[in-house]
């Protein structure tokens, strides 16, 4: 069965320094995997994908995700972070099994 | 414009009172999906469809049933709605598998349903 982890439910950087959000995942076939974005009282945006092209994923608003797959994950980074990337971020996971996972969710903090 | 579109966006009702959540979706996708978002849980799916007449059950579907039987839409239905189905609502859209892999799920904007 699969099963997606996000490791971290907050996390607070300050305006201009590194992004990393944190993803491990489980799949018994060739997972395809998603970030996605929710503002505040807002829909879910796609971030970026991974679907067995290059391991090294790069999605709107700078952000970027690198498959591991010795690793099982999927983790999300920015160099440098500003007040707008503010909002929860989600981690999901599909196979072929045709479900789709998504992680709990992590809420970054901007601080000024 | 393409997009996925739900109604209500809110909506209070009462325990037992039958009620449906249309969705919509104008990109002639085959892949539909309900998903109910609830504090400190994520997205959890409720019921999905691979295509017309094809439905299958997600993560938590006790309590729900969905019909499709237009490739457009998928509306949700909660025949006796109870308090612990007091949650956000999203339905998605995509175009499936292409292949082995998923293409990414396009969101409405959410549904806010309180049941008393």
């Known amino acids: 069965a699969q099963s997606v982890t996000q490791l971290d439910s907050h996390v607070s950087v300050s305006e201009g320094t590194p992004v990393l959000l944190r993803c491990n995942y489980s799949s018994s076939y060739s997972p395809s995997l998603f970030w996605y974005v929710q503002h505040p009282n807002k829909g879910l945006q796609l971030l970026l994908k991974y679907t067995s092209a290059a391991t090294l994923v790069k999605g709107i608003n700078g952000f970027e995700a690198e498959f591991k797959k010795s690793e099982t994950s999927f983790h999300l980074t920015k160099p440098s972070a500003h007040m707008s990337d503010a909002a929860e971020y989600f981690c999901?996971?599909?196979?072929?099994?045709?479900?789709?996972?998504f992680g709990k969710g992590t809420r970054l903090h901007i601080l000024p | 414009e393409a997009q996925v579109t739900q109604n209500p966006r809110y909506l209070i009702t009462v325990t037992g009172k039958k009620l449906t959540v249309t969705c919509s979706q104008n990109?002639?996708?085959?892949?539909m999906s309900w998903y109910r978002q609830d504090p400190g849980l994520g997205l959890r799916q409720i019921y999905y469809?691979?295509?017309?007449?094809?439905?299958d059950k997600g993560d938590v579907p006790e309590g729900y049933k969905v019909s499709r039987k237009e490739k457009r839409n998928f509306p949700l239905i909660l025949e006796s709605p109870s308090p612990n189905q007091t949650s956000l609502y999203f339905c998605?859209?995509?175009?499936?598998?292409?292949?082995?892999?998923?293409?990414?799920?396009?969101f409405g904007p959410g549904t806010r349903l309180t049941v008393l």
């Open positions: 998605a859209s995509s175009l499936g598998l292409s292949g082995a892999w998923y293409n990414e799920q396009f």
């Open positions: 999901v996971v599909s196979d072929l099994k045709d479900k789709i996972i």
């Open positions: 469809s691979m295509n017309v007449e094809v439905t």
């Open positions: 990109m002639n996708h085959e892949y």
